[in-house]
């Protein structure tokens, strides 16, 4: 069965500084690895996904990711994070028809 | 588009009574999903729906909580009867279903946060 692990559950950055959110998976098959995003006091919406093909995903906002198979991760980086990107950040899996399972959240705090 | 409507957005209640909470999915959307999300566990999904058939309920916790999609428009979530270790907040997520569940974007409600005294 698949789970996820985010291996930060707070990372705390500068405003204009990169950032990089961590996320590991294990399964034994093919996966489809998300990032949604979850505003204070709001629902959580897609970030991006990756299904197949390129192993680069651009997302929303500014946000990219990066599969890789080898190392069974699946980072979330932006190169110059805003105020407004304080928030937490899920990684998510799936495989073949199954359910998506959640990791546990990241929460982003933009230091001024 | 609206997106997905829940009701209430908040709801405090006591031990013991019976608590309902509302969906609206977006239109056209073919699964539904609902989640809860605590600070020790995470978000966990409860029960998902597929043209309003219950397809897993594995995640229901106990023979106290209860889901139901009568129509295509409308889904219930029901505590009863409701326990502090209830708190959370709940939230709702649809999706086309055009391909698969398990590819497809979930569009999340604002949640219901509730507070069970």
């Known amino acids: 069965a698949q789970s996820v692990t985010q291996l930060d559950s707070q990372v705390p950055v500068f405003e204009e500084a990169p950032v990089e959110l961590r996320c590991n998976y294990s399964?034994?098959?093919?996966?489809?690895l998300f990032w949604y995003v979850q505003y204070p006091n709001q629902g959580l919406q897609l970030l991006l996904k990756?299904?197949?093909?390129?192993?680069l995903v651009k997302g929303i906002n500014g946000f990219e990711a990066e599969f890789n198979k080898s190392q069974t991760s699946f980072h979330l980086r932006k190169p110059s994070v805003h105020i407004s990107d304080t928030a937490e950040y899920f990684c998510?899996?799936?495989?073949?028809?199954?359910?998506?399972?959640f990791g546990k959240g990241t929460r982003l705090h933009i230091l001024p | 588009d609206a997106g997905v409507i829940q009701s209430p957005r908040h709801e405090v209640t006591e031990m013991g009574q019976e608590v309902t909470l509302r969906c609206k999915p977006i239109s056209g959307h073919d699964y539904l999903f609902w989640y809860r999300q605590t600070m020790m566990r995470g978000l966990e999904l409860l029960i998902y729906f597929n043209n309003n058939v219950p397809i897993d309920d594995s995640g229901m916790p106990e023979d106290r909580f209860s889901a139901k999609m009568p129509n295509a428009s409308f889904s219930t979530l029901k505590i009863q009867p409701s326990e502090p270790r209830d708190s959370a907040v709940y939230f709702c997520?649809?999706?086309?279903?055009?391909?698969?569940?398990?590819?497809?974007?979930?569009?999340f409600g604002p949640g219901t946060r509730l507070t069970v005294l």
């Open positions: 399964s034994s098959v093919s996966v489809y």
């Open positions: 990756y299904l197949s093909g390129s192993t």
């Open positions: 998510a899996v799936t495989e073949g028809d199954d359910k998506i399972i």
């Open positions: 997520a649809s999706s086309w279903g055009a391909r698969r569940v398990s590819t497809d974007t979930q569009y």
